[in-house]
């Protein structure tokens, strides 16, 4: 049962996930009359709104209304993001989102993180929860990843002593699988659906960049029926569902774009959310050898790092 409508109020709205958007020469938002069509089409669907912002202000109109209904913002840093709900950072150049101390979201690409990731302590010290989104999963060689399996490793050693230390940072790389006892993934196509300026419905707004004429409805359409929707859900990806790496985002795009399924994951999407898992558990137990720390998680040692490989199991 979809949840919430992402709207893009541009046909090149931020991206605060692993796609890319299109960098375009000319503004090109949503129009009023479509904007209130949207709002309209989520209020009979009962969903929530969340709204995706350009790298520009928008107009007066539009603002208002946005501000008509109930809605979450999300907002990129180089433009006036004091009302936003999660901002978007491209790179390490956080300086905004610390100032701004709200949910951040940080695109980076792996050679970035793997050179820089000692930086995100600031961050972590500022904002209440960071998000970090790899834009070049797909591109991780053998050798990225073992690079990462050390770099997440130290990583976890920094927010254990920050713990330690009486803070309690959040990062969805590490803290998220301590708090969760089942998958709790990113919903595009299940939960979630996203609206474009064309009034199209979206899967998620990566395929909506990748091809506009790739809808699964429209706004105008009574009822909606995405095509093999099952497919988007957690009961029918044979892999997802038996994984206990419950923080992973289950990226369909990400899926979509690296097995041409979206309820297939890659071998580089299972291998990060592992190397992740037995990461956060590590620093777990760093942090429990200062005292008693959250004694209702257990994260169990695991013998592979793509339940693909177990697959005769199941």
């Not at 820089?116 to 500022?126: N, Q």
């Not at 904002?127 to 070049?136: C, E, G, R, S, Y």
Request: glycine share 4%; net charge negative.
């Amino acid at each position: 049962m979809f949840e919430y409508l992402v709207i893009l109020l541009d046909e090149a709205s931020a991206s605060f996930c692993h796609y890319e958007a299109p960098s375009l020469q000319e503004r090109k938002p949503i129009s009023a009359d479509m904007l209130k069509q949207g709002i309209r089409f989520a209020m009979r669907q009962n969903l929530a709104i969340q709204f995706v912002y350009p790298h520009y202000e928008i107009s007066d109109e539009l603002d208002e209304l946005v501000h008509s209904v109930d809605h979450f913002k999300i907002m990129p840093a180089d433009i006036d993001a004091t009302k936003a709900d999660v901002v978007v950072v491209d790179g390490f150049n956080f300086d905004a989102a610390i100032r701004l101390q709200k949910p951040t979201t940080l695109r980076v690409k792996k050679d970035e993180f793997f050179a820089r990731y000692h930086e995100l302590v600031p961050l972590l010290e500022a904002v209440p929860n960071v998000n970090v989104v790899f834009t070049d999963v797909q591109h991780f060689t053998a050798a990225d990843l073992q690079t990462y399996s050390t770099v997440i490793s130290l990583l976890a050693e920094e927010v254990a002593k920050m713990y330690v230390g009486d803070l309690c940072p959040r990062i969805n790389l590490l803290t998220d699988r301590l708090s969760l006892n089942e998958m709790n993934n990113c919903g595009a196509g299940a939960t979630s659906l996203t609206m474009a300026p064309n009034g199209n419905l979206y899967a998620c707004p990566g395929f909506y960049y990748d091809d506009p004429e790739n809808c699964v409805g429209n706004i105008n359409q009574r009822e909606l029926e995405i095509p093999n929707g099952y497919l988007y859900t957690l009961a029918s990806a044979p892999i997802c569902r038996h994984c206990d790496a419950w923080h992973c985002k289950r990226c369909v795009w990400l899926n979509r774009k690296t097995t041409l399924e979206v309820n297939t994951p890659s071998h580089e999407q299972c291998v990060m959310a592992h190397l992740e898992r037995n990461a956060s558990g590590k620093m777990l137990m760093q942090i429990r050898e200062h005292g008693s720390f959250m004694p209702e998680c257990e994260i169990e040692e695991i013998d592979y790092l793509d339940p693909f490989d177990k697959r005769h199991l199941w």
